[in-house]
């Protein structure tokens, strides 16, 4: 009977809870933001996007790619996931006037231009999206006020200038994927302040300076496990104390202007899986160490001045790594 009871009573409460969705007004930001967006952003999503309320109306439903919740008396929207239906155009403005986004996700489209700097204002942001597009000029400073942010995707675009430091004032940020543009300077050693960051990939830029630069504050990147700084212009050698980041599974220098010999200790980082020096100016031997890694399955080495001698570890072939499985 009292299970019974209890299943009845969670039953009740769901019920009041769709019910009072669907009775709540969405607040009239909301509503006119997402109209403004409808307006710029063409006829495949508009033809998706039924009625004024992008929440639902009566018996029509929210509108594709938008997600709602009950805020007091009103509904917000808290999620917009637009992607891959080929969006012509500027980043849309009004977007940065959905207060209480958490996901933003418009990748695989082609906007162009820059992104805001107001986008700063969406401070419950926690996952932003927009990589594969068409974007331009300065990632903005003021991505560094969105302090929920735990993934920031803008890969596979055409930013230019510097990365900015402002990304280390993120302190929920765990994955950062900053490939594939025409980035330029020295990667910001201020992110290794970062205690949460598991994903750094900043490969296919134009970036300058050394390893040494980058790991300089003691204590850097505690929970990385990713260090992706292939084709770029990266130069001097391996730093002994690169082996402080014991967390590291990837570790990935290829096609860079690095030189020097191998530190040993760099193969007693435990839990290291993947370790790519190719295409570089490193000189010497591999230590034996790195033979004997009980974890170690690729070793790329091919396209420098090793001794004779000297072998990869592991069948090569190329590393895939699905975005998807860093969304949880």
Request: glycine share 8%.
């Amino acid at each position: 009977m009292a299970r019974f009871l209890l299943l009845a009573f969670t039953l009740i409460l769901i019920s009041s809870s769709l019910l009072g969705l669907a009775l709540s007004k969405t607040l009239k930001r909301d509503v006119k933001a997402l109209n403004e967006i409808k307006a710029s952003l063409g006829w495949r999503v508009v033809y998706a996007w039924v009625g004024d309320d992008p929440c639902g109306d009566g018996d029509l439903p929210p509108w594709s790619g938008v997600t709602c919740s009950t805020q007091g008396d009103y509904r917000v929207v808290t999620e917009l996931e637009v992607y891959a239906v080929s969006i012509v155009g500027p980043f849309p403005t009004a977007v940065t006037n959905l207060l209480d986004l958490t996901r933003l996700d418009l990748h695989n489209n082609k906007l162009t231009g820059p992104i805001p700097p107001q986008i700063g204002r969406l401070r419950r942001l926690k996952i932003l999206n927009l990589r594969w597009n068409k974007l331009q000029d300065a990632i903005p400073p003021e991505i560094g006020e969105l302090k929920s942010l735990t993934h920031l995707y803008l890969s596979f675009n055409n930013f230019k200038g510097e990365i900015p430091k402002e990304l280390a004032n993120l302190p929920e940020l765990r994955y950062l994927y900053l490939q594939e543009n025409r980035l330029i300077g020295r990667i910001p050693p201020e992110l290794g302040t970062l205690q949460n960051l598991r994903h750094l990939d900043v490969g296919n830029n134009h970036l300058v300076g050394t390893i040494r630069e980058l790991i300089r504050i003691e204590g850097c990147f505690p929970a990385l496990r990713n260090l992706y700084l292939n084709n770029n212009y990266l130069t001097g050698g391996i730093p002994a104390q690169l082996a402080n980041l014991s967390n590291l599974e990837i570790l990935y220098l290829s096609y860079n202007k690095m030189s020097g010999v191998i530190p040993s200790g760099l193969a007693h980082i435990p839990k290291l899986i993947y370790l790519y020096l190719d295409h570089n100016q490193f000189t010497g031997r591999i230590p034996d160490a790195f033979y004997k890694h009980p974890f170690l399955k690729e070793m790329y080495i091919e396209g420098n001045a090793f001794r004779p001698g000297v072998s990869p570890i592991g069948v090569h072939k190329v590393l895939e790594v699905s975005d998807t499985e860093f969304l949880v």
